[in-house]
């Protein structure tokens, strides 16, 4: 099979539209690490596409605040600001959809989903010592997860964890052969706000036969991206950051 893996979509039509344009065909099924909302300004078209297309999806921490199960005294100004404005946006079926999204790990396969860590949804692997303070508790030898809208991860094994780069700025596509005897925590990228200074869309495709994950980068409509948040009335920096990915 060969899975098409998504995270941190955050509203972002256009970002959505480029990757699945450019990964037609490539792929058989299509799974989701969570945050399908926030921040951008089209959370009802991301959530109907995501509620007809994808089969297997984990809750992130925006989409709960989306639906008010989770607090946001602790967001910043700004990603408070975009939860408010999505809560109103949303229509009442799809805030009943992302409600119901469930809480990872959830197995797919022969691999796992979370959104932030598989021993806590909200935490962030951002580092090789978290990722090798995992080792013990990895269900799976392969975990897929978002968050930190960061493309890359982390090979981790008894005497630690080595980094995966992201797809370098003059290229579109890197991949990475599974190491035997070793666990792999994967981050595809953020499809709608990518904050590891490349403003392409990031995400990655799975061949769990050849045990191969093929991590990509592609350009999108960001000038049109930007003029929604604007026109939408969010902050201003949500549309700012997108031409720099950060």
Not at 40 to 47: H, I, L, Q
Request: proline content about 4%; glycine content about 8%; overall charge negative.
């Amino acid at each position: 099979m060969r899975y098409l893996i998504l995270s941190d979509i955050h509203s972002n039509w256009e970002a959505l539209e480029a990757v699945l344009a450019e990964a037609e065909g490539e792929y058989d099924d299509i799974v989701c690490c969570g945050d399908i909302v926030g921040y951008g300004a089209d959370p009802n078209a991301t959530t109907n596409w995501v509620w007809d297309n994808v089969r297997m999806v984990v809750r992130g921490n925006h989409d709960k605040a989306a639906v008010g199960s989770e607090s946001i005294e602790w967001f910043n100004s700004v990603a408070k600001a975009a939860t408010l404005w999505t809560q109103a946006e949303l229509s009442e079926p799809n805030m009943s959809y992302l409600a119901n999204l469930a809480e990872g790990p959830l197995e797919v396969g022969g691999f796992q989903l979370v959104h932030g860590s598989p021993l806590d949804e909200d935490d962030y692997i951002l580092t090789p010592g978290n990722a090798s303070q995992l080792f013990g508790y990895l269900a799976s030898a392969v975990t897929f997860f978002g968050h930190s809208h960061l493309q890359g991860g982390f090979v981790v094994h008894r005497d630690g964890a080595e980094t995966i780069e992201r797809v370098p700025d003059d290229r579109t596509e890197t991949q990475l052969a599974l190491t035997d005897g070793c666990a792999h925590l994967i981050n595809p990228g953020s499809v709608g706000q990518p904050r590891d200074r490349d403003p392409r869309a990031a995400y990655a495709i799975y061949d769990d036969s050849g045990r191969v994950v093929h991590y990509r980068r592609t350009f999108y409509d960001i000038e049109s991206a930007q003029r929604k948040i604007v026109s939408a009335g969010l902050p201003d920096v949500l549309a700012t950051r997108l031409s720099y990915g950060s």
